[in-house]
């Protein structure tokens, strides 16, 4: 069984830093392209930012280019966001997200196999 467990999240004031993690298990975490989406309040859900299976491709959503950090650690089946001067429209339920490496374009949601529950991150104002 697949299981992809997000954590790190919380409430921080606009300009701070939060670091999320995804732990995964039941696939061999190697052979995935990893990712993370969002959800705003009342909005669809958004790319965030990708990284392929070796860490050697990342791909970001033009809104979070500069401030935001993906990165992996196949020996720790993880991958993190790092998201630095946060902003209240970062406000969102972020979710980490599995694709088999190679499949598809990284920014399309309905591509990926395998998703987390997601976790709050509020950034006030």
């Known amino acids: 069984q697949v299981q992809l467990v997000e954590s790190g999240g919380g409430s921080v004031q606009a300009g701070e830093s939060l670091r999320l993690s995804c732990v995964a298990s039941g696939l061999t975490f190697s052979r995935y392209d990893m990712a993370w989406f969002r959800r705003g309040p009342g909005k669809g859900r958004e790319f965030v930012a990708a990284v392929i299976w070796n860490g050697l491709r990342t791909s970001y959503e033009d809104s979070v280019k500069g401030r935001f950090t993906i990165s992996r650690d196949n020996a720790k089946n993880a991958v993190y966001l790092q998201m630095n001067s946060l902003r209240s429209e970062d406000t969102a339920v972020y979710y980490c997200?599995?694709?088999?490496?190679?499949?598809?374009?990284?920014?399309?949601?309905?591509?990926?196999?395998?998703w987390g529950q997601g976790i709050q991150v509020t950034v006030s104002s």
């Open positions: 997200a599995a694709d088999v490496r190679g499949s598809g374009t990284l920014v399309v949601a309905d591509e990926y196999d395998y």
